[in-house]
């Protein structure tokens, strides 16, 4: 199966030359517009008629679907019934009444956007969602805000006007959500207006608003759940206790008195300070994010089942799954693929087959150096790790 964005989903997002320098210049640090000049660009990966499907053929669950208005303030005890189940007839009256539709984390549901998600996260090392967002004509979901994660806005169909403005927090943490009372919007730095197949980029922290423009918007939100330097640090200090027995020390007794002198314990945290400069490593922190990143996938393992009893002849050709994000490790029972959905564990022996048949070159079985080359690429192929070519 060819999906729209190829081999490079960020190109295809933003297109070739915003692409080639968003990271170095783009990513974490200002807005980015991509007006391609072309409406079915996205068109592809859902529609107002799908959306209409969902909602009118699937029993969403709370959660599943929100509404909001700029104008007015909505609860989910207005569209949500008793047993948990969204209220068809409600949302659709409320969005006839101008509220906007909101389908939280829609890759689940939609398959394609799904492996969007997944080839999105190989870019960034992140969990990627997306979420729709269907306006009525003339307007607006939600105040003027910032949102604590960045995303791109896919315009599916219609139009909306952006408006940018300042940014209250640089970079804020996932938690730390806006707050009407206390971020103001600033001054406005910029308009734009997004039609459909063209794409925004909004780093998080930069407040926004937006409003359709004469007949009902789609698009889709895709948000970036990024791992920061801090958390890497967490984990390093964590890792460096366990080498360090300084750290592992109690804190000084008596130290939760309100009398308590503070003065030899600020002394002495520097000291540890000073030795975890020294002491700290980068391997085993970021091996640890990394692992615990490829083990949060979900196994891309579309047609597994289906072809469970197929067998696998020695002379069939088969690749690496697109977009698989592994590490090959040792490990005391051999050598542990760490792997989207958990690890394979194989004997050491193994580790050539492994190599080979993850390295991105098209193979058979009987180009893998082990005995039990088909067994190797079945498990491999359980999980999603590769395809028939």
């Known amino acids: 199966m060819t999906e729209p964005w190829g081999d490079d989903p960020l190109r295809f997002l933003i297109g070739a030359a915003h692409a080639e320098t968003f990271l170095e210049t783009a990513y974490e640090r200002e807005a980015l517009v991509a007006a391609h000049g072309e409406p079915d660009r996205f068109a592809g990966l859902i529609s107002i008629d799908d959306v209409d499907r969902l909602l009118t053929s699937t029993d969403l669950r709370e959660g599943q679907l929100d509404l909001a208005g700029a104008s007015r303030r909505l609860s989910r005890d207005d569209y949500v019934d008793s047993a948990g189940f969204v209220d068809r007839g409600a949302v659709a009256d409320f969005h006839r009444n101008g509220a906007t539709i909101?389908?939280?984390?829609?890759?689940?549901?939609?398959?394609?956007?799904g492996r969007l998600c997944r080839a999105l996260e190989y870019v960034f090392c992140a969990h990627v969602q997306t979420n729709l967002y269907l306006t009525p004509a003339n307007a607006q979901g939600f105040r003027t805000h910032y949102d604590n994660h960045d995303v791109f806005a896919l315009q599916i169909a219609g139009e909306k006007s952006w408006r940018l403005y300042d940014k209250p927090i640089d970079t804020p943490y996932r938690g730390e959500g806006f707050q009407s009372d206390?971020?103001?919007?600033?001054?406005?730095?910029?308009?734009?207006?997004?039609?459909?197949?063209?794409?925004?980029?909004?780093?998080?922290?930069?407040?926004?608003?937006?409003?359709?423009?004469?007949?009902?918007?789609?698009?889709?939100?895709?948000?970036?759940?990024?791992?920061?330097?801090?958390?890497?640090?967490?984990?390093?200090?964590?890792?460096?206790?366990?080498?360090?027995?300084?750290?592992?020390?109690?804190?000084?007794?008596?130290?939760?008195?309100?009398?308590?002198?503070?003065?030899?314990?600020?002394?002495?945290?520097?000291?540890?300070?000073?030795?975890?400069?020294?002491?700290?490593?980068?391997?085993?922190?970021?091996?640890?994010?990394?692992?615990?990143?490829?083990?949060?996938?979900?196994?891309?393992?579309?047609?597994?089942?289906?072809?469970?009893?197929?067998?696998?002849?020695?002379?069939?050709?088969?690749?690496?799954?697109?977009?698989?994000?592994?590490?090959?490790?040792?490990?005391?029972?051999?050598?542990?693929?760490?792997?989207?959905?958990?690890?394979?564990?194989?004997?050491?022996?193994?580790?050539?087959?492994?190599?080979?048949?993850?390295?991105?070159?098209?193979?058979?079985?009987?180009?893998?150096?082990?005995?039990?080359?088909?067994?190797?690429?079945?498990?491999?192929?359980?999980?999603?790790m590769v395809v028939r070519d």
Request: hydrophobic share 45%; glycine share 8%.
């Open 102 to 113: 909101i389908l939280q984390q829609a890759h689940q549901i939609e398959p394609k956007l």
């Open 182 to 384: 206390t971020h103001a919007a600033g001054e406005l730095r910029q308009q734009f207006v997004l039609k459909a197949g063209d794409c925004a980029y909004v780093p998080r922290g930069l407040m926004h608003d937006a409003i359709s423009n004469g007949a009902p918007s789609l698009h889709i939100t895709v948000g970036l759940i990024t791992r920061t330097w801090a958390d890497l640090m967490l984990e390093a200090v964590s890792e460096a206790a366990l080498r360090t027995p300084g750290l592992r020390r109690s804190l000084p007794a008596g130290f939760a008195h309100p009398g308590f002198d503070r003065s030899a314990a600020k002394a002495h945290l520097k000291r540890l300070a000073e030795q975890l400069a020294r002491d700290v490593e980068l391997d085993p922190a970021l091996d640890l994010l990394v692992d615990t990143f490829i083990r949060s996938r979900p196994a891309a393992n579309r047609g597994a089942v289906r072809e469970a009893g197929a067998p696998i002849a020695a002379g069939e050709r088969f690749k690496a799954q697109s977009f698989c994000p592994y590490r090959i490790a040792d490990d005391l029972k051999g050598v542990v693929l760490i792997a989207p959905g958990g690890d394979l564990v194989f004997d050491e022996s193994a580790r050539p087959a492994l190599e080979r048949a993850l390295s991105g070159a098209p193979f058979t079985p009987a180009d893998l150096p082990a005995e039990d080359a088909t067994a190797i690429v079945a498990r491999l192929f359980a999980y999603g």
